[in-house]
């Protein structure tokens, strides 16, 4: 089972709708990560918090929302999407020092924006 | 910037075979680190293997092997007697520290395929 859960495992909506993508991990990670991956594409980081704080935004448009509410939840508002944010959302914990830092990652949540 | 490049798009392998995975990788930092991710249909990414730049030997776990040259910045993964169970997409990736926190960037990755 991985430590790194998310929810939901599918999402469909419509480019209206305000939906929300969740995700948890208890293993005293600091830093947590959203990654968006395309079908055939490597993973492409959008945020990362430190400490729960926003620390890196990769120029991600403003209809995508991240949200650290505690050390141990992550959260991605999602509104007015596209069709072309159909994607995996990967999201991934580690510890904040440097050196063998490996990342978790959650089984992702797939979503398809009609 | 740091890059990596996986120049093998897919790998077909006869079972209990070995096989090599390349990466290669740019970077200016000294210090850096080198992972590889399995990533099955199923979408979760598992990690592998870590190499750090200043390790002096080539990092081992279980039926995986990191022959890590570093003068010619390649980290290629290694998995001996290979398992129906090892079909899945390989990504090697590289960390960055930027504004204090770590940044993994991926290779386009690898899709390896066992046969029977």
């Known amino acids: 089972d991985t430590e790194v859960t998310q929810t939901p495992k599918h999402l469909v909506m419509g480019m209206t709708n305000k939906k929300s993508l969740k995700c948890e991990q208890h293993?005293?990670?600091?830093?947590m990560y959203w990654y968006k991956q395309k079908a055939k594409k490597p993973p492409e980081l959008m945020f990362v918090y430190s400490y729960e704080k926003l620390s890196i935004n990769e120029s991600v448009p403003s209809r995508f929302s991240p949200e650290c509410p505690n050390s141990s939840l992550l959260n991605l508002h999602l509104h007015a999407l596209q069709p072309e944010d159909s994607a995996l959302y990967l999201c991934?914990?580690?510890?904040?020092?440097?050196?063998?830092?490996?990342?978790?990652f959650g089984a992702g949540s797939r979503l398809t924006v009609l | 910037a740091q890059k990596i490049t996986q120049t093998q798009p897919g790998m077909f392998v006869q079972e209990k075979e070995a096989v090599t995975l390349d990466c290669t990788y740019d970077?200016?930092?000294?210090?850096?680190?080198l992972f590889w991710y399995k990533q099955p249909s199923s979408g979760e990414m598992i990690f592998l293997i870590y190499?750090?730049?200043?390790?002096?030997q080539n990092a081992t776990e279980g039926r995986y092997s990191l022959n890590f040259q570093k003068a010619r910045k390649s980290a290629n993964l290694v998995i001996s007697a290979s398992q129906l169970g090892d079909s899945a997409m390989y990504f090697c990736?590289?960390?960055?520290?930027?504004?204090?926190?770590?940044?993994?960037?991926f290779g386009q990755g690898t899709r390896l395929t066992i046969n029977p």
């Open positions: 190499q750090g730049s200043y390790d002096q």
């Open positions: 970077t200016s930092d000294p210090s850096y680190g």
């Open positions: 293993m005293g990670h600091r830093a």
């Open positions: 991934a914990s580690s510890r904040v020092s440097s050196g063998a830092n490996v990342l978790t």
């Open positions: 990736a590289m960390r960055g520290v930027i504004q204090g926190a770590q940044k993994l960037v």
